[in-house]
């Protein structure tokens, strides 16, 4: 599709850590990623606390910008839901209001839009409750809306329920359905590899900033290629110190 925000390509692209120092040795956080997302699948990021997914996921929405290599992409509307939303001191709908606005669509479509996309998320009784309000799983439904309200080609979410319950979870599995079902590339990270198996069709796996893997969901938990993803996939510990290799907690391997 000319024009599409899809595939989006990351070719060759290193991030190093900018701590402010001018002479402070750059540390590598994301190593030499090469990574090509094509319009469909439902892309799952995994890996352990650290692995770099959340910079990946930065990287890819042009949030940060590579210390080498190039993200590539077409015009088309991408948007992101953080782990932990920030919401407008103003009430539900004007927060979906406000990301409209940014995106330049007229006053006149704006009011049917919101509508939608809060009976849509469950939030159309709380539309003008201060938004401060919500409990943590509706703030995190809010912030769905609010990206969905702008009918992103590409949504990328970091870990989208890291901190709700199994139903608070549920409802925003559902959306996640629902959302892709509309013709939303979903890219998203998760730590739960329950959530993994519910809605990848296709798993990277990254570990101390490399991609070691990138594979259709059923060959990725049943067939996993790379060894640390086998004992990632197994619940074994991964860890590792600065400067010595990856290695297995000894306690948990088998
Ligand atoms: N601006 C920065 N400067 C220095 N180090 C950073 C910076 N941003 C991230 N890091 C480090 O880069 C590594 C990867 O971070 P990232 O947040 O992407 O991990 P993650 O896979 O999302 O982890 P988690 O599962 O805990 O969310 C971590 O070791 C983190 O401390
Ligand atoms: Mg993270």
Redo the contacts with the bound molecule.
Sequence with gaps: MPGSALPLTLDGVWYH???GRARAPK?P??KDLNVRLTAGPRTV?V????????????LCHGLLTPSQGTVAHGPGVQAMVF?RPVMLRRSVRANVDYALTLHRVPRGERAAMIDAVLTKTGLGRHADAPARVLSFGEQQRLAIARAWALRPEILFM??PT?SLDPSATHQIEELIFAIHAQGTKIVM?T?DLGQARRIADEVLF?HR?RLLEQAPAQQFFEHPGNDLAQAFIRGDLLWWTRGRGPRRDPKHSR
């Design positions: 850590s900018t701590n540390m956080l994301i990021v890996g352990p606390n650290g692995a770099g997914k959340s910079l990946f996921l930065r782990q970091d870990e890291a990270t730590h990254l900033g």
